[in-house]
T-cell receptor, first 113, second 104 residues
Framework: NAGVTQTPKFQVLKTGQSMTLQCAQDMNHEYMSWYRQDPGMGLRLIHYSVGAGITDQGEVPNGYNVSRSTTEDFPLRLLSAAPSQTSVYFC????????????FGQGTRLTVV | EDQVTQSPEALRLQEGESSSLNCSYTVSGLRGLFWYRQDPGKGPEFLFTLYSAGEEKEKERLKATLTKKESFLHITAPKPEDSATYLCGGNLIFGKGTKLSVKP
């Protein structure tokens, strides 16, 4: 099994550009989430989903959109990139709600200049 | 407000020197208190979930324990390969982590 796959691994954007971070899992997990990780701030929840068609906001949702049209995919869209969105982004999936045994992707390192 | 606090922020040990990491939590409707290990440049890797006070789980040199307010990750006779950042949390919330360095 591939687990959780994130693409791209690295990305540089200019301020104001938009892009989509891809996340796919092959474990048939209902629960998926997006986090950003910044030095000294730990992992902060951006958005999460409890199943296809159902999403909700986390701690830091501003500037990001998500959708969940299939069980496998949970893309994260940056609408108009800002330098404050420079971070490492992780996608996670789990069979139950609450990260009790979540699988994380390898991360996307995003730099906004 | 839900909160998870980990201490210390960083811990340096000599190989074989046992110690403990602390995780204090206030999480409403806690489904389970979890611990993850994160190596540099990688995503977190699941270690344990504890569900009730008094529960303990072990994996190699690691043992996690849980009370109603805290969890501890005990590391017995650590080796350099145990060096990593250890994250704890509850529900969808993570603490900021403890960076462990084990010197040979």
């Amino acid at each position: 099994n591939a687990g959780v796959t994130q693409t791209p691994k690295f990305q540089v954007l200019k301020t104001g550009q938009s892009m989509t971070l891809q996340c796919a899992q092959d474990m048939n997990h209902e629960y998926m989430s997006w986090y950003r990780q910044d030095p000294g701030m730990g992992l902060r929840l951006i958005h999460y989903s409890v199943g296809a068609g159902i999403t909700d906001q986390g701690e830091v949702p501003n500037g990001y959109n998500v959708s969940r049209s299939t069980t496998e995919d949970f893309p994260l869209r940056l609408l108009s990139a800002a330098p404050s969105q420079t971070s490492v982004y992780f996608c996670a999936s789990s069979y139950s709600w609450g990260n009790t045994e979540a699988f994380f992707g390898q991360g996307t390192r995003l730099t906004v200049v | 407000e839900d909160q998870v606090t980990q201490s210390p922020e960083a811990l340096r040990l000599q190989e074989g020197e046992s110690s403990s990491l602390n995780c204090s939590y206030t999480v409403s409707g806690l489904r389970g208190l979890f611990w993850y290990r994160q190596d540099p440049g990688k995503g977190p890797e699941f270690l344990f979930t504890l569900y009730s006070a008094g529960e303990e789980k072990e994996k190699e040199r690691l043992k996690a324990t849980l009370t109603k307010k805290e969890s501890f990750l005990h590391i017995t006779a650590p080796k350099p390969e145990d060096s990593a950042t250890y994250l704890c949390g509850g529900n969808l919330i993570f603490g900021k982590g403890t960076k462990l360095s084990v010197k040979p």
